[in-house]
C-alpha cells in the first residue's frame, strides 16, 4: 500500500511561487501515475495536473497551464507542482494523489494548504 505525504503549503502574495512535493513510501515498486488536486473552500475537489510514470504524459488544467509545472522523481518516490504568478483563486488544499494510470487514482495524501493573498 502506498501512503502519501504532501509539503511545500503556505502563504505566499498574488505573483509569487510556492512548490509543493509529495513523497510516496510503502509498497512502491509498480509504477503508477501521479498527480495533484484542489479544493477551495464551499467547492468541490478539482484536478490540477497529473503526470504517468515515465513523466512522458503531462496533464494540466486549462486553469493552470503556463502557470504549473508538474514533475517526477522516481529513484526519490516523489512527485512536484512547481506554481508560479499565482493567484487568489489558486487559494485551496493540495491534494497529491497515486494510482495506477492516469485518471485511475487511488491512493490520496492529507492535504497541504495553499494560501494567495492579493
Known amino acids: 500500500q502506498v501512503q502519501l505525504v504532501e509539503s511545500g503549503g503556505g502563504l505566499v502574495q498574488a505573483g509569487g511561487s510556492l512548490r509543493l512535493s509529495c513523497a510516496a513510501s510503502g509498497r512502491t515498486g509498480s509504477s503508477y501515475a501521479m498527480g495533484w488536486f484542489r479544493q477551495a473552500p464551499g467547492k468541490e475537489r478539482e484536478f490540477v495536473a497529473a503526470i504517468n510514470w515515465s513523466g512522458g504524459t503531462i496533464v494540466y488544467t486549462n486553469s493552470v497551464k503556463g502557470r504549473f509545472t508538474i514533475s517526477r522523481d522516481n529513484a526519490k518516490n516523489t512527485v512536484y507542482l512547481q506554481m508560479n504568478s499565482l493567484k487568489p483563486e489558486d487559494t485551496a488544499v493540495y491534494y497529491c494523489?497515486?494510482?495506477?494510470?492516469?485518471?485511475?487514482?487511488?491512493?490520496w495524501g492529507q492535504g497541504t494548504q495553499v494560501t494567495v493573498s492579493s
Open positions: 494523489t497515486a494510482g495506477p494510470g492516469l485518471g485511475t487514482y487511488d491512493r
